[in-house]
């Protein structure tokens, strides 16, 4: 079984969020395999597991034993048991492909995390921009009213000054509203000083968080330049054995052994990327473990 290599794609807007996605080489060639079955039922056990692989032979057992189970339940019979002394070998070898995947993975994974870390001071940045602009509003709202009342006491003014008989009672009211007004005018020039300190700050923190992404694009762009797509054996049934060079996880796995044990039964590629059958790992649900109809139909013809 072959696998495409995925690859990394890192686009970007000024403050928008950049988007990680993997994308397959679709284009591929599947040469034309033909697999002569084994006697059934096939007597296998587990022999060699390179220690870089990280599993020990009860994990793969309980592994190749779902992958058996599911051509079992379409067969109706069977078709795989378990052997500590059987010939048939199913063996881990680890070699370029398996460490290439692990730096894959690793590599990944440290994307993510920046990614991530970018996420979530984006989220803050937004949460303060927000913010700001609640107060942008309200500092507006409290400049109109302010103005208003000036204009009022300004009118109110004139119209004492215009009157002969204006009192003194009317006189201090007026310097009481000035005062009033004049200690509103100050305190909304403090806070329009200290928003516009708050918005200088965001400005800034936004150059940092674009740049933070100029540099996220630049790692993306290294990832895609050292992990290109390609096209590589995952897993290899000779007739005798199974060998397995490559996965990235428990499923991936199990939908290697359950391909290979496949020819094990004789059964060839498929035209279904989605099948188990299908010569490339590409368009398989690794968490719906189960046949499709191309598998089916290939099984049916065995019969």
Not at 21 to 49: C, F, K, V, W
Not at 102 to 110: A, C, I, P
Not at 210 to 224: G, I, R, T
Request: aromatic share 8%; proline share 2%; charged share 20%.
């Amino acid at each position: 079984m072959r696998k495409q290599g995925l690859a990394v794609i890192v686009a970007c807007l000024c403050i928008g969020l950049p988007n990680l996605s993997y994308a397959q080489n679709a284009s591929h060639t599947a040469g034309s395999h033909t697999h002569e079955s084994m006697q059934m039922p096939l007597h296998y056990r587990i022999a060699d597991i390179d220690p870089r692989f990280n599993l020990d032979s009860q994990q793969v057992l309980e592994l190749t034993q779902q992958a058996a189970k599911i051509w079992e339940q379409e067969t109706g019979q069977k078709n795989f048991i378990y052997d500590p002394q059987a010939e048939f070998t199913i063996n881990f070898v680890y070699d370029e492909r398996q460490q290439h995947s692990k730096n894959r993975v690793e590599n990944l994974d440290q994307l993510n995390q920046q990614q991530q870390q970018w996420e979530n001071q984006r989220l803050q940045l937004q949460q303060v921009k927000d913010e700001i602009q609640k107060m942008t509003a309200l500092i507006a709202s409290k400049k109109t009213q302010l103005t208003s009342q000036f204009q009022q006491y300004n009118a109110d003014v004139q119209r004492f000054n215009q009157l002969r008989s204006s009192s003194k009672q009317m006189a201090d009211q007026l310097a009481q509203r000035q005062q009033e007004l004049q200690l509103q005018s100050n305190s909304l020039k403090q806070e329009i000083a200290q928003h516009k300190q708050k918005t200088q700050q965001l400005n800034q923190a936004i150059q940092s968080l674009n740049q933070n992404n100029k540099q996220l694009v630049l790692s993306a762009n290294q990832f895609n330049k050292n992990f290109q797509p390609r096209l590589f054996h995952k897993g290899h049934f000779n007739g005798k054995q199974i060998y397995i060079y490559e996965f990235t996880s428990k499923e991936d796995l199990r939908l290697t052994l359950a391909h290979e044990l496949g020819h094990a039964l004789g059964l060839e590629h498929t035209d279904d990327p989605t099948s188990i059958m299908y010569p490339v790992i590409q368009k398989q649900n690794l968490q719906k473990f189960e046949l499709t109809k191309a598998d089916q139909e290939l099984v049916r013809a065995m019969n």
